[in-house]
């Protein structure tokens, strides 16, 4: 077939949509499932992104807040009392933590320096893995979808291809007008994972730099906090 019946063939052929709405109808039951399966998951990673950055900043906030009224030189047992009637997070919940501790080792008449020590330090440690885990909190699925998405539409697409070619041999029509179509709809899938993916890798990255940065705070706290007590404890023995 010569260059102008190409031409003419491809003249002839009806008009196909390519819209990406027309071509997810187009697809396969099984692409549009893959096709529906990313689509959610990148709604619901971009929900988890704004959720955490919220969430991030408010903790950081909170921890500059809390910072600022526990170095203004006012009571410690006054800040214990003003953050008890309510719930905390960050390094209010390490401070609550510890000076629980501490105010019920005093009171059971436990004045063994290494004992009161540990127990704090054993507090602490446990309130900042329970704060980490909540901050960290469904970055999991960031990952996953990061590292499976592209995978995932990559099988659609390959699905997508193999169907194509089948039609195709049943038609026995290998006019490019025909066969673009049905290579569009498999690609789309694979478009669709990468656009799941990629923002996911992005902000599981950055995302868990800022949880990390929040821990290391609540370390340095906790550090200087129980060297505070363990002076407190000195005085005391």
């Not at 999991?140 to 089948?166: D, E, H, K, R």
């Not at 029509?173 to 690609?187: C, D, K, R, Y």
């Not at 599981?204 to 007590?229: P, Q, V």
């Amino acid at each position: 077939m010569n260059p102008a019946e190409l031409t003419q063939t491809a003249l002839a052929s009806p008009a196909v949509e390519v819209s990406v709405w027309a071509l997810f109808w187009q697809a396969s039951f099984v692409v549009k499932l893959v096709m529906l399966g990313l689509l959610g998951a990148s709604i619901w990673c971009w929900a988890i992104i704004v959720d955490k950055v919220i969430a991030f900043r408010r903790a950081k906030t909170s921890m500059d807040r809390f910072e600022k009224v526990f170095w203004s030189g006012q009571s410690l047992e006054e800040l214990y009392r003003s953050l008890t009637t309510r719930s905390n997070e960050g390094l209010a919940a390490v401070f609550v933590a510890a000076m629980r501790e501490w105010k019920r080792s005093h009171e059971a008449g436990r004045i063994s320096f290494h004992g009161i020590t540990d127990r704090i330090e054993k507090v602490i440690d446990v309130t900042i893995s329970r704060e980490m885990e909540r901050l960290e909190g469904r970055l999991v699925f960031l990952a996953t979808v990061g590292s499976a998405g592209p995978f995932i539409g990559l099988f659609g697409t390959v699905w997508g291809i193999m169907s194509s070619f089948q039609a195709i041999a049943a038609s026995k029509n290998t006019n490019l007008a025909v066969v673009a179509p049905s290579i569009s709809e498999a690609l789309l899938a694979t478009a669709m994972g990468l656009a799941a993916a990629i923002p996911a890798v992005l902000a599981y990255n950055k995302l868990s730099t800022d949880a990390a940065k929040l821990g290391s705070r609540m370390d340095g706290f906790a550090d200087e906090f129980a060297a505070i007590l363990s002076r407190q404890i000195d005085d005391r023995s």
